[in-house]
């Protein structure tokens, strides 16, 4: 058995669950204890927990970050995306996290239809207002948010911003979304 302290990779055997329960960074498997995460040991006797702490931190959306989106679907009242990273990491989120953008949180105005603002593809930047439901609720009023990639719905080609409209350089199509400041500046 790994003693307190010692530096652990993913899948270190680190001991048996009759004698320990798993904690964060650990799972079970057949009775005994793996390490999840590359950190450092942990042993609490008095409790009979056995955890990793990460050696390396975890990127993890809070209230007010902005993070890099792609829109899954669009329904009528709102857009589920799945969070990719967090603007001021490098590092893409792990796993699956997913938020939700309503309808009322795409503008700072009223928005009649949906499917003029947000489409399924779509990159989009977008702030996040609550991680203590499940799916994170997020939001692209502030002016700096919105798509910072939008496809075309005709070809399925990326749409260039000319003046103020997107618009698709193979078929010439025009198409309406509520578009980041920063559309096309490669921040992907």
Excluded at 21 to 35: L, V
Excluded at 61 to 84: E, M, T, Y
Excluded at 104 to 126: C, F, H, M, T, W
Excluded at 149 to 157: D, G, H, I, Q
Aim: one cysteine or more; proline letters at 6%.
């Amino acid at each position: 058995m790994k003693k307190a302290g010692e530096f652990v990779v993913p899948g270190t055997e680190l001991g048996f669950s009759e004698e320990f329960i798993p904690g964060r960074g650990t799972y079970e498997e057949d009775g005994k204890i793996f390490a999840s995460l590359t950190g450092v040991l942990r042993i609490n006797m008095k409790d009979r927990r056995i955890e990793v702490v990460p050696h390396t931190t975890v990127p993890e959306p809070r209230a007010g970050d902005i993070a890099v989106c792609r829109v899954v679907d669009v329904k009528q009242q709102f857009a589920l995306v799945k969070l990719l990273r967090l603007v001021h990491t490098k590092r893409e989120l792990p796993g699956n996290v997913y938020g939700t953008i309503h309808i009322s949180q795409l503008r700072p105005n009223y928005v009649q239809d949906i499917d003029r603002e947000i489409k399924a593809g779509d990159i989009v930047l977008a702030k996040v207002t609550n991680t203590r439901r499940i799916p994170i609720a997020l939001s692209t009023v502030d002016r700096p948010l919105g798509a910072i990639k939008a496809y075309c719905t005709s070809c399925n080609l990326p749409l260039n911003l000319e003046g103020s409209r997107l618009v698709c350089p193979n078929c010439g199509r025009h198409e309406t979304r509520k578009y980041s400041s920063n559309y096309g500046k490669g921040m992907i």
